[in-house]
């Protein structure tokens, strides 16, 4: 799966962090893109978050399921919304073997975006959508699993990030990931094959 991706990763740019306590010191976007590319370093991991109903939620609770989840923020201008859509729309083209695959939206905003709000903002694209939040500790734990880059540019609303889209499988392990503005289509060439598969 990671070799067709692996050219469109050039549409995305991201940064990896690691987690001291102090001035971390974040890879470049080139040395995040190799290690997604390819599979340097493992993806993914344990997190302790919340959902959209007040709901502890870890990794673990996903488990027997393919899992696609993306890290964004609700006041998004373009890029996330854009993305679920097209999860939306596969989960959709998919019928009934979409409920083999459970979509989770990782918000980097946690300040912000409450359950309250994500209660609002999930369901306006797919019914099964889980929003999660928690501290900004917990976040970030959860981002540099994922390698995932953010930050918010001081006096700005707005919070520069990568959108990768990951594919986990039913163990939690990664599979892959789609590059920002895959379509629903690209990502059903890939889901399929792991459908049923047990």
């Known amino acids: 799966m990671r070799r067709p991706l692996a050219a469109a990763l050039l549409l995305g740019s991201a940064a990896l962090g690691s ?47 393919l899992v696609i989840l993306t890290f964004g923020y609700t006041a998004c201008p373009d890029v996330c919304p854009t993305d679920l859509m097209e999860i939306s729309r596969a989960l959709t ?5 979409g409920e083999e695959i459970q979509p989770v939206f990782v918000t980097l905003d946690p300040a912000r975006d409450t359950p309250a709000l994500l209660a609002e903002f999930v ?25 995932v880059f953010y930050r918010r540019e001081d006096g700005q609303d707005t919070i520069e990030h990568s959108a990768f889209v990951y594919l986990m499988d039913r163990s939690g392990a990664y599979l892959g990931f789609f590059p920002p503005g895959t379509s629903a289509e690209r990502m059903l060439t890939i889901i ?4 049923g598969a047990r």
């Open 19 to 65: 987690a001291r306590a102090e001035a971390p010191a974040r890879r470049s976007a080139a040395e995040l893109m190799d290690v997604l590319m390819w599979n340097r370093e493992p993806v993914g991991g344990p997190f302790a978050l919340i959902d959209q109903d007040g709901r502890p939620r870890t990794d673990a609770d996903f488990r027997g399921r």
């Open 93 to 97: 083209l998919l019928g009934k073997a």
């Open 123 to 147: 369901p306006s694209f797919h019914p099964r959508l889980i929003g999660l939040t928690g501290s900004e500790a917990a976040i970030r734990q959860a981002a540099d699993a994922y390698k």
């Open 192 to 195: 399929r094959p792991h459908l």
